[in-house]
């Protein structure tokens, strides 16, 4: 079965500041990989997904993320952050051959401080 | 693209009554929806795979007599909490997988059930 891991919980970074949120998962093939934003109250919107290929993803708001297959890892970069990023972001792990259902990491909720 | 809508967003009830809520996918058609549970602060937990035309796929621990799924059509997929207990309060999100053969998943706003 697959896992997520996010190992944290909670980042504060500064306005204007770089951001890396960790994500570690588990699962015995090639992986299917996602980073969901969530706003509260809100539902999730899809930053950016890695299925094949390169292996550094490019995403929506100027977020990227890299596959690295020899640490099972899947970070969630951003070279500048916006007061509006402040949000839950979700890692999340999908396997074809499971009817493309999705393992979810536990969340880390980033803070931007001014 | 790939909007998915949510009905109602927000609903309080009285213990004992059920309670629909529908997922409907805007712009594209969904041969699977998916509605997850999540409580205050935590993530997402997958409660049911449901695939149009066809009973759903319950999760270990979900009881399906409670939480009644219907995906009638390629667009709309309901859940329903019958015979709801304040235990049943959360926020239920639905999503919707595009039936052209990609994975990833189109989330809705997410519904907040109350249940006095």
């Known amino acids: 079965a697959q896992s997520v891991t996010q190992p944290d919980i909670h980042i504060t970074v500064s306005e204007g500041a770089s951001l890396e949120l960790r994500c570690n998962y588990s699962?015995?093939?090639?992986?299917?990989l996602f980073w969901y934003v969530q706003s509260p109250g809100q539902g999730l919107q899809l930053l950016l997904k890695?299925?094949?290929?390169?292996?550094l993803v490019q995403g929506i708001k100027g977020f990227e993320a890299e596959f690295k297959r020899s640490q099972s890892s899947f970070n969630l970069r951003k070279p500048s952050v916006h007061w509006s990023d402040a949000a839950e972001y979700f890692c999340?792990?999908?396997?074809?051959?499971?009817?493309?259902?999705?393992?979810f990491g536990g969340g880390t909720r980033l803070m931007v401080k001014p | 693209g790939a909007v998915v809508s949510q009905h109602p967003s927000r609903v309080i009830c009285k213990s004992g009554t059920s309670v629909k809520i529908e997922c409907r996918s805007l712009?594209?058609?969904?041969?699977?929806m998916f509605w997850y549970r999540q409580f205050p602060k935590k993530s997402l937990m997958l409660m049911a795979t449901?695939?149009?035309?066809?009973?759903?796929?319950?999760e270990q621990g979900v009881e399906k007599d409670k939480f009644l799924i219907n995906h009638a059509s390629l667009t709309l997929s309901t859940l329903t909490v019958t015979s709801a207990h304040p235990e049943d309060s959360s926020f239920y999100i639905c999503?919707?997988?595009?039936?052209?053969?990609?994975?990833?998943?189109?989330f809705g706003p997410g519904t907040r059930l109350t249940v006095t």
């Open positions: 890695y299925f094949s290929g390169d292996t």
């Open positions: 449901s695939n149009e035309g066809s009973k759903a796929t319950y």
């Open positions: 699962y015995g093939a090639t992986p299917y």
């Open positions: 999503s919707a997988r595009w039936s052209g053969g990609t994975y990833e998943q189109y």
């Open positions: 712009d594209f058609q969904a041969t699977t």
């Open positions: 999340a792990v999908g396997a074809q051959n499971a009817g493309n259902m999705l393992t």
